[in-house]
């Protein structure tokens, strides 16, 4: 399948960085940050082919070559990409970036271009580079070469140590205006009031609601919310739901998110927007903020091997509790 034209907010950024390459601008050491599934890979990628095409600079990547047909392969000896890779002890996928992988990188990159033109490393995530890691790259970051770019992709610089971002130039990533987001959701194929719904439960994030409108997300997230109201109502029991919740565990983080985003809906209807699915919002907003705070929590533990659904069915009769006074059996 041919991948997608770049959107309008991708190609924007796209041209900034070519416009810095061709004057001669373009730093050795690109951070291209923002949020998660707007793009940056395939900016990334895109720009890593017009840095390694043969054609003039002054045009785009030609796709005809030989750089641009070794790298559609998956050959290409001057571009490395370093992110996950299965640790051979466990045959599981590593959750951080190591120290052997950027010494694999350094040692690469300290030869010439095989092939005589630029050489491009991409770094996706880069904020999952562990110490080492990071510590090693750094001193690949501290000798720049002449036509050699490292792209790093991070939807949480914050998490990168200074002293690899301060030696970065900064492509930022932001959400793009709602008409423009809606457009490029209905070129793909989406209908406009899915699209509008999607793009509003993505808090106008496109990626993200393309991604739910393809992946069954945002149908996941009506029967999610109706059972949250529920529970609220005192018509389902939190343990049945908990268990529900977590009968497919890898849906049971996007669960808790669509949850902790319709809390604080339901938060902001207090002071007078919509409330999520005719809730009342609670007299107790100090109760709510607290209740806010432990879901979150209980969302950053989901990545242990806990049991999770106890620990959610409690939060779910906490949650009936703070609800009970406003929210009437039916
Ligand atoms: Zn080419």
Same mark, same amino acid.
């Given at each position: 399948?041919?991948? *997608?034209?770049?959107?309008?907010?991708?190609? @924007?950024?796209?041209?900034?960085?070519?416009?810095?390459? *061709?004057?001669?601008?373009?730093?050795?050491?690109?951070?291209?940050?923002?949020?998660?599934?707007?793009?940056?890979?395939?900016?990334?990628?895109?720009?890593?082919?017009? #840095?390694?095409? !043969?054609?003039?600079?002054?045009?785009?990547?030609?796709?005809?070559?030989?750089?641009?047909?070794?790298?559609?392969?998956?050959?290409?000896?001057?571009?490395?990409?370093?992110?996950?890779?299965? /640790?051979?002890?466990?045959?599981?996928?590593?959750? !951080?970036?190591?120290?052997?992988?950027?010494?694999? %990188?350094?040692?690469?990159?300290?030869?010439?271009? @095989? *092939?005589?033109?630029?050489?491009?490393?991409?770094?996706?995530?880069?904020?999952?580079? /562990?110490?080492?890691?990071?510590?090693?790259?750094?001193?690949?970051?501290?000798?720049?070469?002449? /036509? $050699?770019? %490292?792209?790093?992709?991070?939807?949480?610089?914050?998490?990168?140590?200074?002293?690899?971002?301060? *030696?970065?130039?900064?492509?930022?990533?932001?959400?793009?205006?709602?008409?423009?987001?809606?457009?490029?959701?209905?070129?793909?194929?989406?209908?406009?009031?899915?699209?509008?719904?999607?793009?509003?439960?993505?808090?106008?994030?496109? =990626?993200?609601?393309?991604?739910?409108?393809?992946?069954?997300?945002?149908?996941?997230? !009506?029967?999610?919310?109706?059972?949250?109201?529920?529970?609220? $109502? =005192?018509?389902?029991?939190?343990?049945?739901?908990?268990?529900?919740?977590?009968? !497919?565990?890898?849906?049971?983080?996007?669960?808790?998110?669509?949850?902790?985003?319709?809390?604080?809906? %339901?938060?902001?209807?207090?002071?007078?927007?919509?409330?999520? %699915?005719?809730?009342?919002?609670?007299?107790?907003?100090?109760? #709510?903020?607290?209740?806010?705070?432990?879901? /979150?929590?209980?969302?950053?533990?989901?990545?242990?091997?806990?049991?999770?659904?106890?620990?959610?069915?409690?939060?779910?009769?906490?949650?009936?509790?703070?609800?009970?006074?406003?929210?009437?059996?039916?």
């Amino acid at each position: 399948m041919e991948p *997608r034209p770049l959107a309008p907010w991708q190609q @924007q950024r796209l041209d900034a960085a070519l416009a810095a390459w *061709r004057a001669g601008r373009l730093g050795h050491a690109q951070l291209l940050c923002g949020p998660e599934a707007i793009g940056k890979r395939a900016v990334a990628e895109a720009l890593t082919a017009r #840095l390694l095409c !043969e054609a003039a600079p002054a045009l785009p990547a030609c796709g005809e070559c030989r750089s641009c047909r070794l790298l559609a392969a998956g050959s290409h000896p001057d571009f490395r990409l370093v992110t996950f890779e299965v /640790n051979e002890n466990t045959d599981k996928l590593r959750r !951080e970036l190591v120290v052997e992988q950027v010494r694999a %990188l350094s040692g690469s990159m300290q030869m010439t271009a @095989q *092939r005589g033109g630029a050489q491009v490393v991409l770094i996706d995530p880069a904020d999952a580079l /562990n110490t080492a890691a990071a510590n090693a790259l750094l001193k690949t970051l501290e000798e720049p070469a002449p /036509n $050699r770019f %490292l792209l790093l992709l991070s939807a949480e610089p914050q998490r990168l140590p200074a002293t690899i971002r301060s *030696r970065c130039q900064r492509l930022e990533f932001a959400l793009p205006p709602r008409a423009e987001a809606l457009a490029w959701l209905e070129a793909g194929g989406h209908a406009p009031a899915r699209a509008a719904e999607a793009l509003e439960a993505a808090a106008g994030h496109p =990626g993200l609601a393309d991604a739910w409108l393809r992946g069954g997300g945002l149908a996941l997230r !009506e029967a999610t919310l109706k059972e949250w109201a529920a529970v609220a $109502r =005192g018509i389902a029991s939190p343990l049945t739901t908990a268990q529900h919740w977590f009968a !497919e565990p890898e849906t049971a983080p996007l669960r808790l998110r669509f949850v902790a985003d319709a809390t604080l809906a %339901l938060a902001r209807a207090a002071a007078g927007a919509p409330a999520p %699915l005719g809730l009342t919002p609670p007299g107790d907003l100090d109760k #709510l903020a607290r209740w806010f705070d432990s879901l /979150n929590r209980l969302r950053q533990q989901l990545a242990a091997p806990l049991r999770h659904e106890l620990a959610l069915a409690g939060l779910l009769a906490e949650w009936r509790a703070l609800m009970a006074t406003t929210e009437t059996r039916r």
